[in-house]
């Protein structure tokens, strides 16, 4: 028996107006469809901004509701809602229906049932001014849909969401810089965090800017928009925005990508909030910012000096900062009450260091931070005036990126830092190096009005200039920090702190922390000093210890956070999990073993650094992309984790998406074009 089937004139009509839509010869199946669209969808695509495309391609479902408009995450029934509400969730979604083949999975027999799917991707955009042009012609492209038979719609319909992603992607690729454009897949995969991350969220807008810089800013350029430090658990509130990570991020997500302006708005909009001369850790739109981290300061210097590196120019550095406490002790002041160069806020931050820094956080107690004990709400940092290294913190707080603080009565460790990390950081101390080290040449150039710091000492006056800052830490680095690969050459190390010694040909995490062992655990942070201020290192001591790290820490995707053989090592990361395992309980264990992603991208590149003249060395290192590409590729969220358990294994208490993870990893590949280019 045979039996021949047509379509109605109507759906006919239709199904002609979607094939020629895209692009399909007759006999060509629609998953062969290049889409073609009309002068009025591509020019509404061509006005989007990367802001505007952050509204629709990606939002998640809290800022979705954030917005006030009474939308949230589509939901699939029988599988549930959406990664995103923009049209990559839809993508991601059926991008897993396409390499199956599976027009069985729920969301094609939502679209089979009835055109919701598509209605709710083209309303959304009605509420934004920038995105309703595009929602009306969205509209008008998927009309068809609803009356081809049911049968065709989940085909057709796969095929318009991939043209129209693939269009809106090659939109907000077009906006960013040749390094990008011209990459590859990958880069174009990482690079696009930068729009995942970076939107405007009501519940978090960025700190105002000096009157002079928001009148010059193009009128498409919505200065609210704010950077989320992670997907889902950081996108709203005084949660989404974290200075530490913005700006360890910032280099990889907005420079390397050609973002520059966003870059700037950013930095200023920290710069604003400056307070007891620290740049806030919690950002809470700079009035509720919270001043309890020591790293924050120096990863924003950083982050300057890389701007200006990627800019070609110094202007920043005269650009104006409208102050939002004009002392310490002084209330938000308004927008354009006391503006001060960029230059001066930097030099306030260097000069308060010296002279150091003691205050107790505002509004201290459990309606602060229910799990800070009572002393961890003090918080302090300096410079040893011997040897130039920054320091602070104590036993009770903890006040760089290892910052967990345990929350188990169960186990008693409820407001115990599980890695204070208090003395000299490592890292730390390799960022002031760098910080130093630039503004000392800038100033012997006429274009850092600033010679050094001061303060006063037994009633003594001391004077640092920036020179000798820097020269204090270059002769005091080695010595301090290397642990010798034997123990005969470990002349300064006897009796205790010999018995502390654990690993060797090493570099110490800190030097002065209250417990004394902490300072010989093998962590993966010095790699970060070694790739902003390699010049500190002994190349052959160096070497030694990257071997070490890639040998004992280095896992799939990330670093171990603790040496595997430390005893406090536990590379299970579960938060929900609450036992009397003062270790593990409450996620205690946070840094004390998981594998964090964004490490590696620095790993990466002080083996670009310290091992250049070595190709075969350089290779096996960007083989380990490998893993990175396979995992962004699986992902629903087109993400990197903040961190896997041990061996890779997956955690489901990771972030999915996570800022400075696709950010270290395009700081390693904009690092590794430029060297091999060289070597060519």
């Known amino acids: 028996v045979v039996l021949k089937t047509s379509l109605t004139e109507e759906a006919s009509m239709a199904s002609s107006k979607l094939r020629k839509c895209l692009g ?13 669209f009309g002068e009025d969808l591509n020019e509404a695509v061509d006005r989007l901004n990367l802001t505007a495309l952050n509204k629709v391609l990606y939002s998640i479902d809290s800022e979705e509701r954030d917005d006030g408009h009474g939308v949230s995450a589509y939901n699939v029934p029988k599988h549930g809602p959406l990664p995103y509400c923009g049209i990559q969730g839809t993508m991601s979604l059926l991008d897993v229906v396409h390499s199956r083949n599976d027009l069985g999975h729920p969301v094609c027999n939502n679209v089979r049932e009835g055109p919701w799917l598509a209605g709710y991707l083209t309303s959304r955009l009605q509420h934004h001014s920038q995105t309703q042009q595009l929602g009306k012609e969205l509209s008008l492209v998927f009309e068809p849909l609803t009356v081809l038979p049911r049968y065709l719609q989940p085909t057709y319909f796969e095929r318009l969401i991939f043209c129209v992603s693939q269009r809106l992607t090659k939109r907000a690729i077009e906006l960013m810089s040749p390094f990008i454009q011209y990459g590859s897949s990958f880069l174009h995969k990482l690079a696009l965090c930068s729009v995942q991350l970076y939107g405007v969220v009501n519940s978090a807008h960025m700190p105002p800017l000096a009157p002079q810089v928001s009148e010059a800013l193009p009128d498409d ?25 913005t700006f360890i991020a910032l280099r990889g997500l907005f420079l390397v990508t050609g973002r520059l302006q966003e870059a700037r708005m950013i930095i200023l909009g920290f710069a604003g909030c400056v307070r007891h001369g620290l740049v806030p850790n919690l950002l809470a739109g700079g009035v509720g910012a ?10 924003w210097l950083q982050s300057i000096q890389d701007y200006c590196m990627f800019a070609g120019s110094t202007d920043i550095l005269n650009d104006p900062v409208s102050r939002l406490f004009i002392t310490d002790e002084s209330p938000p002041a308004e927008k354009g009450e006391h503006v001060q160069p960029l230059h001066q806020v930097m030099q306030e931050v260097l000069q308060r260091h010296f002279e150091g820094i003691s ?28 040897t130039g290294f920054p320091f602070g913190g104590s036993k009770h707080n903890c006040g760089t990126w290892m910052d967990k603080v345990g929350e188990s009565d169960k186990a008693g460790n409820r407001g115990v830092p599980a890695t204070p990390r208090d003395g000299s950081a490592v890292e730390i101390v390799g960022l002031c190096k760098s910080a130093v080290r630039w503004v000392s040449r800038l100033q012997k150039q006429d274009v850092f009005p600033h010679s050094g710091v001061s303060c006063k000492k037994d009633g003594q006056d001391i004077h640092l200039t920036y020179t000798k800052w820097e020269e204090l830490i270059h002769e005091n680095f080695e010595h301090h920090f290397w642990v010798p690969e034997n123990a005969e050459d470990d002349v300064q190390r006897e009796g ?54 890639e040998r004992l820490l280095n896992g799939p995707l990330g670093l171990s956070t603790l040496d595997p053989d ?27 073993g998981p594998e964090w992603l964004w490490v590696k991208g620095y790993f990466m590149r002080a083996m670009l650094h310290f091992h250049a ?24 969220w087109q993400g990197l984790p903040e961190l896997t358990n041990a061996q890779g294994a997956d955690c489901p208490f990771s972030c999915p998406v996570q800022a400075w993870t696709m950010s270290c990893l395009l700081d390693y590949l904009y690092d590794y074009h430029m060297l091999t280019h060289q070597l060519v």
């Not at 609450?578 to 270790?583: A, F, H, K, P, Q």
């Open 221 to 245: 350029f919505d200065e609210r928009a704010s950077f989320a430090a992670g997907l889902p658990h950081f996108a709203t509130g005084f949660m989404r925005c974290w200075g530490r990570d």
């Open 359 to 386: 205050f107790r956080e505002r509004n201290a107690g459990s309606g602060l931070d229910r799990d800070m004990s009572h002393d961890g709400f003090n918080v302090s940092a300096g410079v040893d005036h011997t």
């Open 566 to 592: 430390d005893w406090a090592y536990h590379g299970i990361y579960d938060n929900s999990l609450d036992s009397e395992d003062r270790g593990k309980a409450r996620g205690f264990n946070y840094h004390q």
């Open 24 to 36: 399909l010869s007759p006999g060509m199946s629609p998953a062969c469809g290049s889409a073609d």
């Open 613 to 636: 003249g070595n190709q075969a060395d350089i290779q096996r290192v960007f083989g380990m992309l490998e893993n990175h590409h396979e995992a962004l590729e699986k992902s629903l």
């Open 496 to 549: 205790e702190d010999a018995k502390l010694i654990h690993r060797r040909g090493i570099y110490k995490d800190t030097v002065g922390a209250t417990h004394r062992f902490a300072d010989f655990q093998l962590r993966p942070n010095f790699p970060i000093a070694m790739v902003v201020a390699p010049e500190m290192f002994t190349a052959s001591n160096a070497q030694v210890a990257l071997s070490n790290v």
């Open 290 to 299: 919270r001043f309890n981290c020591r790293d924050a300061p120096w990863w």
